[in-house]
């Protein structure tokens, strides 16, 4: 077994809606993980560049990013930007629609996988997002690809906006979500793709508990 040290590294990937962050975060409580959502750190680095007012400026964002300090707490439930408890600005509109112009930047995300690693070096992990299979751990002992159809996903994602008093349409949801595919699937560094040796697991029709289970199973099985 490729275990990084002593530890156990969980890599997920898929696109957005597929359930991979609730999911992972589950399977990192059940079996004592620590959970990393690389999404968060993209995110972050999207406040960085507004609060800078750097969004169009790279060169400058580059050169912050690289003195930022982000940092998770609570077991990735929190994360810090340069101190700050930033976890409801990521979550925004105004962050939705930037941060896939920001994560496509090589620059920045040489950065941010780099500090992936580090943190996967620390102990035993469970970590989502696009490349984490494919680029950042592609030696991690157990590898899945969660995806589902995009209508599924779109409704998972409005019912989550009505919770949240969001004023929004299914329909302008599902452009939303096919839009960030096609920037996630398409760009040039790092896009989103499955990992050849991941296990692929389709969430349409499944529920969360269902997914946490065949994780946790295929993990019980070999390790
Ligand atoms: O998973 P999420 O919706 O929080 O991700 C936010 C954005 O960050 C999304 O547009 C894709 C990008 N991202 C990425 O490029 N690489 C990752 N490992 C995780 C997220």
Do not use: W
Not at 57 to 79: A, Q, R, S, Y
Not at 155 to 175: C, G, H, I, P, Y
């Amino acid at each position: 077994m490729k275990q990084i040290g002593n530890y156990l590294t969980i890599a997920i990937d898929g696109p957005a809606g597929s359930g991979k962050s609730t999911v992972a975060r589950l399977v990192a409580e059940k079996l004592g993980l620590l959970y990393l959502d690389s999404g968060a750190m993209y995110r972050a680095v999207t406040v960085l560049a507004i609060q800078n007012e750097v969004e169009t400026n790279i060169p400058k964002l580059i050169e912050l990013v690289k003195t930022c300090h982000i940092e998770f707490k609570d077991n990735g439930k929190k994360i810090l930007l340069n101190s700050d408890d930033v976890s409801v600005q990521i979550r925004t509109p105004e962050v939705n629609n930037l941060v896939a112009d920001i994560a496509k930047v090589p620059e920045i995300r040489h950065e941010i996988v780099r500090h992936q690693r580090k943190i996967g070096e620390e102990g035993s992990i469970i970590a989502e997002g696009r490349d984490l299979t494919t680029i950042v751990f592609p030696c991690a002992d157990f590898k899945f690809y969660l995806d589902a159809s995009v209508k599924e996903r779109a409704k998972r994602r409005f019912a989550e906006l009505q919770t949240q008093n969001v004023d929004t349409t299914l329909e302008s949801v599902e452009a939303e979500i096919r839009a960030r595919d096609e920037k996630d699937m398409s760009r040039e560094h790092s896009p989103l793709q499955a990992a050849k040796d991941a296990i692929h697991i389709d969430t349409t029709g499944k529920t969360i508990d269902e997914v946490v289970d065949l994780i946790v199973a295929k993990i019980g099985s070999r390790h």
